[in-house]
């Protein structure tokens, strides 16, 4: 089976042991020799014991916990690529879930584009929830907009991507700078076209999300978002010396989404919350701005 290619899969992970677990259960039913991949999960700074969760999966594929001191989504993905022995790095986070073909689809896709940044589709599982849907409108209209070309694409979440290691390492790997889980995602995209590289959707590499919010959660989330942003913004400008600024069809095109979404009567709340989303992102912008200015 060495032809196959070997993935190693990284999952960065806080406090989360239950979603955690359904995420490790999903990896066991991935559709892949089982000897041509490896789970790698970081505990960023947790004080959960994770080690008696990964012995309870006793078969292979083995499941290899590491530690560190909680530093970031950002930092954790590259110790745990540190750790890795694949020739292909995929990652995803504790509150997702893999289709069976997900493995398949992205070794499909690096056939292919052997060098490519690879990203999948993602689905919202907690179809119920007003403010995940909401959330899940945002990153389709995201896709919508930065991917129009699949094998010309530009952004890819963190939750559904997949690399080539060698290459993941010759732009530095995801930016340990990056404070907080916002953007981290963004700004590894954009180094990777900054080379020159292939990015590349694959929509039939599926990963089902299953992130709970409330009103509070999802404001603070893109309060985050926002936060995030101005620190790729500042990196983006030093690279090439353009702020990147989105022109307003792009903004009216996230607001208004959710119309296009089989959503039902859910739809015109889903829009607010997007606007919401929106007065909450800029506001964690100028925030961030001002923090770092003062430190």
Same mark, same amino acid.
């Given at each position: 089976m060495?032809n @196959?290619?070997?993935?190693?899969?990284? #999952?960065?992970?806080?406090?989360?042991?239950?979603?955690? %677990?359904?995420?490790?259960?999903?990896?066991? $039913?991935? /559709?892949?020799?089982?000897?041509?991949?490896?789970?790698? @999960?970081? *505990?960023?700074?947790?004080? %959960?014991?994770?080690?008696r969760?990964?012995?309870?999966f006793?078969s292979?594929?083995?499941?290899?916990?590491l530690n560190?001191?909680?530093?970031?989504?950002?930092?954790?993905?590259? %110790?745990?690529?540190?750790?890795?022995?694949?020739?292909?790095?995929?990652?995803?986070?504790d509150?997702?879930?893999?289709?069976? *073909? +997900?493995?398949?689809?992205?070794?499909?896709?690096f056939?292919?584009?052997?060098?490519?940044?690879?990203?999948?589709?993602?689905?919202?599982?907690?179809?119920?929830?007003?403010?995940?849907?909401?959330?899940?409108?945002l990153?389709?209209?995201?896709?919508?907009?930065?991917? !129009?070309?699949?094998?010309?694409?530009?952004f890819?979440?963190? *939750?559904?991507?997949a #690399?080539?290691?060698?290459?993941f +390492?010759?732009?530095?790997?995801? /930016? %340990?700078?990056?404070p907080m889980?916002?953007?981290?995602d963004?700004d590894?995209? /954009?180094?990777?076209?900054?080379?020159?590289?292939? @990015?590349?959707?694959?929509p $039939?590499?599926?990963?089902?999300?299953?992130?709970?919010?409330?009103l509070?959660?999802?404001?603070?989330?893109?309060?985050?978002?926002? &936060?995030?942003?101005?620190h790729?913004?500042?990196?983006?400008?030093?690279? !090439?010396?353009?702020t990147?600024?989105?022109?307003? !069809?792009?903004?009216?095109?996230?607001?208004?989404?959710?119309?296009?979404?089989?959503?039902?009567?859910?739809?015109?709340? #889903?829009v607010g919350?997007?606007f919401? !989303?929106?007065?909450?992102?800029?506001?964690?912008?100028?925030?961030?701005?001002?923090? #770092?200015?003062? &430190?």
């Open positions: 060495t @196959v290619p070997f993935f190693s899969i990284i #999952v960065p992970t806080f406090q989360r042991p239950d979603q955690l %677990e359904a995420c490790l259960v999903a990896f066991m $039913k991935l /559709d892949y020799p089982k000897d041509r991949y490896e789970i790698i @999960v970081v *505990n960023d700074g947790g004080h %959960e014991p994770l080690a969760l990964a012995d309870s006793v292979p594929p083995y499941i290899t916990i560190q001191a909680n530093a970031g989504p950002a930092t954790a993905r590259n %110790e745990g690529v540190r750790s890795a022995r694949g020739n292909y790095i995929a990652f995803t986070d509150d997702c879930a893999p289709d069976p *073909n +997900w493995l398949k689809a992205l070794a499909a896709a056939q292919q584009w052997p060098s490519a940044l690879v990203g999948g589709r993602t689905l919202n599982e907690l179809t119920q929830n007003t403010y995940s849907a909401a959330s899940h409108s990153i389709l209209a995201l896709y919508a907009y930065y991917n !129009s070309d699949p094998e010309h694409a530009a890819f979440t963190s *939750n559904n991507l #690399v080539p290691a060698d290459r +390492w010759s732009i530095g790997g995801f /930016d %340990e700078t990056f889980a916002a953007a981290e963004r590894l995209c /954009d180094r990777w076209r900054d080379q020159a590289l292939p @990015v590349v959707y694959a $039939k590499a599926v990963v089902q999300h299953a992130h709970r919010l409330t509070t959660g999802f404001l603070a989330q893109h309060f985050r978002y926002g &936060r995030g942003a101005w790729f913004q500042q990196r983006r400008t030093a690279r !090439s010396h353009e990147p600024v989105e022109p307003f !069809s792009f903004y009216r095109g996230l607001i208004t989404h959710p119309l296009s979404e089989p959503l039902g009567w859910r739809a015109l709340p #889903v919350l997007i919401l !989303s929106q007065i909450a992102n800029v506001a964690g912008f100028f925030w961030e701005k001002l923090v #770092v200015r003062r &430190r």
